[in-house]
């Protein structure tokens, strides 16, 4: 499968910004949501949650939900087990990690249910998600917000934030995955 | 820091008319003016809008490829440029925009002035450290927020595990915010 190339996808994506400051004056960023789930659903008693989820995060509960459906429509359209198509090296170093299954988006030998069985799949599922979520409320922000949405306006904490997101993204592929998928968690 | 301060801020009251705009002047500090920006009102679009876009960004998520797990390793082993062009035009994208934006002085939809408060430095540790646990996050599951939705949309349902992780990691800071350096 050859993906949009970048140079579509990537305008397309910044244009997103101004799109939604000119339709609603709303600061482009996904991982908020996270906030307003919390804010919304979940008991607690933190100051973090306390504010009008309605009001604040709506909007950005209704882009979430549409990415949702983003996947949905696009999902339904997708040959199934197609096979991205990675660079010869990035395959190589992929391969040499024990993942045989190039199928689909995401390897199907780590992303399913009974990987939730083994240590390997609850570091990685449930481990990851969590870091993900106290990550992005810890730095304000994710790839969207941070990344795209505040380094587009010059801001230096986004700087701060994408080198740790970097730093964070290379120590995990480096060091983390080998020894997780090689040393036979 | 700011923890004891934030709470106040998101609760202060505004203007239901709309013309709360310019009630995020708290930029005293980190979690205040986050704060602040997200409590901008005023009746902007309605939810369909936002609910249209956000189909439209989830597609071209999944049709760029970045939700892909391969692709997130290919892009920390520098072996593809795609993720790279695909960040990096969009980041200049934007960047033109709201450029563009500020010159033109161009305004919102319902007439507010556009407008985005910039975020507090402050030490700085909330930002090199946090983003560094999202990182981490980042490369094991292969996917940031937005992808994670569209991952769970098309169809592979144990990505709904790694939002559970995501809500209760979220959580969990908020639980934990006021002992933590920022």
């Given at each position: 499968?050859?993906?949009?190339?970048w140079?579509?996808?990537g305008?397309?994506?910044?244009?997103?910004?101004?799109?939604?400051?000119?339709?609603?004056?709303?600061?482009?960023?996904?991982?908020?949501n996270?906030r307003h789930v919390c804010?919304a659903a979940?008991?607690?008693r933190a100051?973090?949650f306390?504010?009008?989820?309605r009001r604040?995060g709506g909007?950005?509960?209704?882009?979430?939900?549409g990415?949702?459906?983003g996947g949905v429509l696009?999902?339904?359209t997708m040959p199934?087990?197609?096979?991205?198509a990675?660079s010869p090296?990035a395959?190589e170093?992929i391969g040499a990690?024990g993942?045989?299954?190039?199928?689909?988006?995401?390897?199907r030998e780590f992303?399913?249910?009974?990987?939730l069985?083994?240590?390997r799949?609850?570091?990685?599922?449930?481990?990851g998600?969590?870091?993900?979520g106290f990550?992005?409320?810890?730095?304000?922000g994710?790839?969207?917000g941070?990344a795209?949405?505040?380094?587009?306006?010059?801001?230096?904490?986004s700087?701060?934030a994408?080198?740790?997101?970097?730093?964070?993204?290379l120590f995990?592929t480096?060091?983390?995955l080998p020894?997780?998928?090689?040393?036979?968690l | 820091m700011?923890g004891?301060s934030?709470g106040?801020h998101?609760?202060?009251?505004v203007s239901?008319t709309?013309?709360g705009?310019?009630?995020?002047?708290a930029t005293?500090?980190?979690e205040a003016?986050?704060?602040g920006a997200e409590?901008?009102?005023?009746?902007g679009?309605g939810?369909?809008?936002?609910?249209?876009?956000?189909?439209l960004?989830?597609?071209?998520l999944?049709?760029?490829q970045?939700v892909?797990w391969?692709?997130?390793?290919e892009?920390?082993?520098?072996?593809?440029?795609?993720?790279?062009?695909?960040?990096?035009t969009?980041?200049?994208?934007?960047a033109?925009?709201?450029?563009?934006?500020?010159?033109?002085g161009l305004?919102?939809?319902?007439?507010?002035?556009?407008?985005?408060p910039?975020?507090e430095m402050?030490r700085?540790?909330?930002y090199w450290?946090?983003?560094?646990?999202?990182?981490?996050?980042?490369?094991?599951v292969?996917a940031c927020p937005?992808?994670?939705?569209a991952l769970?949309?098309?169809?592979?349902?144990v990505?709904g595990?790694?939002?559970?992780g995501?809500?209760?990691?979220t959580?969990?800071?908020?639980?934990?915010?006021p002992?933590?350096p920022?």
């Amino acid at each position: 499968m050859q993906p949009w190339p970048w140079y579509v996808a990537g305008p397309l994506i910044g244009l997103f910004v101004p799109a939604l400051l000119l339709v609603g004056n709303r600061m482009f960023g996904i991982s908020g949501n996270l906030r307003h789930v919390c804010a919304a659903a979940l008991p607690t008693r933190a100051a973090f949650f306390q504010y009008d989820w309605r009001r604040v995060g709506g909007w950005n509960m209704a882009f979430a939900v549409g990415i949702l459906l983003g996947g949905v429509l696009v999902g339904l359209t997708m040959p199934d087990g197609a096979q991205i198509a990675l660079s010869p090296a990035a395959r190589e170093s992929i391969g040499a990690l024990g993942v045989r299954d190039f199928g689909g988006l995401v390897p199907r030998e780590f992303f399913n249910w009974s990987s939730l069985l083994t240590m390997r799949g609850v570091v990685m599922l449930v481990g990851g998600g969590v870091l993900v979520g106290f990550g992005t409320a810890y730095a304000g922000g994710c790839t969207s917000g941070h990344a795209i949405a505040g380094l587009a306006d010059f801001q230096l904490p986004s700087l701060v934030a994408v080198i740790g997101f970097f730093a964070g993204g290379l120590f995990a592929t480096w060091v983390l995955l080998p020894l997780l998928l090689r040393g036979g968690l | 820091m700011v923890g004891s301060s934030a709470g106040v801020h998101e609760r202060s009251p505004v203007s239901p008319t709309g013309q709360g705009v310019t009630t995020f002047a708290a930029t005293d500090g980190t979690e205040a003016s986050e704060a602040g920006a997200e409590l901008r009102t005023g009746r902007g679009a309605g939810l369909v809008v936002y609910l249209m876009f956000g189909t439209l960004f989830g597609i071209v998520l999944m049709k760029a490829q970045v939700v892909s797990w391969f692709r997130i390793q290919e892009m920390f082993r520098f072996q593809s440029f795609h993720m790279f062009g695909v960040i990096g035009t969009a980041v200049v994208t934007a960047a033109a925009a709201l450029q563009l934006i500020r010159r033109t002085g161009l305004r919102a939809a319902n007439g507010q002035p556009i407008t985005i408060p910039p975020k507090e430095m402050g030490r700085g540790t909330r930002y090199w450290l946090g983003g560094t646990l999202f990182g981490l996050g980042w490369a094991l599951v292969g996917a940031c927020p937005g992808p994670l939705l569209a991952l769970l949309g098309s169809g592979k349902g144990v990505f709904g595990v790694v939002i559970v992780g995501a809500v209760a990691g979220t959580w969990l800071y908020g639980a934990l915010r006021p002992r933590l350096p920022h």
